[in-house]
């Protein structure tokens, strides 16, 4: 079963994260995140309006609850090694470590 990193970008679109997410359920690929990714998603999903400030922490803790393996911590010794831009030194650390496939667009 493949490892899969699951991105901001896909996690912040509803339709993209409920079927993402349906398909772990369905036992197709095992699903990894970061607090850093669910910080960025969550964040853009209040500062875009979508969902209020309590709604999106709901989100949060209802996903972490759901998913409590998705969970993973990078060490800081490996984010100061990345040379790529700061925002997506999170992208980069967590595949390497943890990740065959990094899922962060949808492909048409």
């Not at 899969?4 to 509803?14: E, G, H, T, Y």
């Not at 409920?18 to 036992?27: C, I």
């Not at 690929?29 to 853009?44: C, F, M, P, R, T």
């Not at 911590?73 to 967590?94: F, W």
Request: aromatic content about 8%.
């Amino acid at each position: 079963m493949p490892n899969v990193i699951l991105d901001a970008c896909v996690l912040f679109p509803m339709y993209l994260r409920d079927t993402l997410l349906s398909t772990v359920e369905a036992g197709l690929y095992v699903h990894y995140w970061s607090q850093k990714i669910l910080d960025e998603a969550i964040g853009n999903l209040i500062n875009k309006g979508y969902m209020s400030d309590d709604g999106a922490r709901n989100l949060e803790t209802v996903m972490k609850a759901a998913f409590p393996e998705a969970m993973i911590e990078v060490p800081i010794e490996l984010e100061e090694l990345m040379t790529n831009h700061p925002k997506d030194r999170n992208r980069s650390q967590d595949k390497k470590r943890y990740s065959q496939k990094w899922v962060t667009e949808v492909v048409d």
